[in-house]
């Protein structure tokens, strides 16, 4: 991968805790992370934050520098098509060999728009994807996390299997230290920190 920059999407209602491993690690490792949003006016998370996008959705042009467009879970995702326009961007990021991840109500997203009827991944359970009418349930995997090529999906309980994901594709962490980080943040593993910083 060439590109360092971190795309984060961000919209009202947005769930503070999918994203939170992936974009802290990311940073800690050289990359930019940027957030984008409807327009730059401030959102609102799930959980009370505020937050200024530092770029809206329209203004990204060609993401030459993406590293990978990352795409939370939100209330918004399952009440209208507030965050449409995020999931067509999904598309352009991956008709552009781009890497994309999805994570619980994003997912939704995704599959509405089309996406995941050919590629295996993953959701909360199967018949919340069901119910979005897509075509590609029988890729459907009962796993914390899912790649598939250059697009990866979790569910909203597995933001550090969503996060090792990312990694394993940007190649941050690998083999054992990638094993390591992950029984670090999800298993609190002590030997698992001698190994990651060694």
């Given amino acids: 991968m060439t590109g360092r920059t971190v795309y984060l999407a961000v919209y ?17 490792n050289g990359f930019t992370v940027r957030t984008v949003g409807p327009t730059t006016d401030p959102v609102t998370t799930m959980g009370g934050l505020r937050v200024q996008p530092d770029v809206a959705l329209d203004q990204l042009g060609e993401p030459g520098d993406t590293a990978v467009f990352i795409l939370p879970g ?13 999931a067509r961007a999904a598309r352009r990021f ?13 997912t939704a997203g995704l599959a509405r728009e089309g996406l995941l009827d050919d590629r295996a991944h993953t959701s909360a359970v199967s018949h919340y994807l069901d119910a979005t009418g897509y075509q590609g349930g029988k890729h459907y995997r009962e796993a914390d996390a899912v790649t598939d090529g250059n697009l990866i999906t979790a569910g909203p309980t597995e933001p550090v299997a969503f996060a090792r994901e ?16 992950y029984r670090l943040f999800k298993t609190s593993d002590a030997s698992a920190f001698e190994v990651l910083n060694s």
């Avoid at 009202?12 to 802290?24: H, Q, R, S, V």
């Avoid at 939100?74 to 995020?86: H, M």
């Avoid at 990694?167 to 690998?174: I, K, M, R, S, T």
Wanted: charged share 20%.
């Fill in 12 to 28: 009202d209602t947005l769930a503070d805790w999918e994203t939170g491993y992936a974009t802290a690690h990311l940073a800690r």
């Fill in 74 to 86: 939100a209330g918004l995702w399952d009440t209208g098509d507030d965050l449409l326009p995020f």
């Fill in 94 to 106: 991956i008709g552009l060999g781009l890497p994309v991840a999805a994570i619980c109500g994003a």
């Fill in 166 to 181: 990312i990694f394993a594709l940007l190649g941050v962490y690998e083999g054992e230290k990638l094993d390591a980080w």
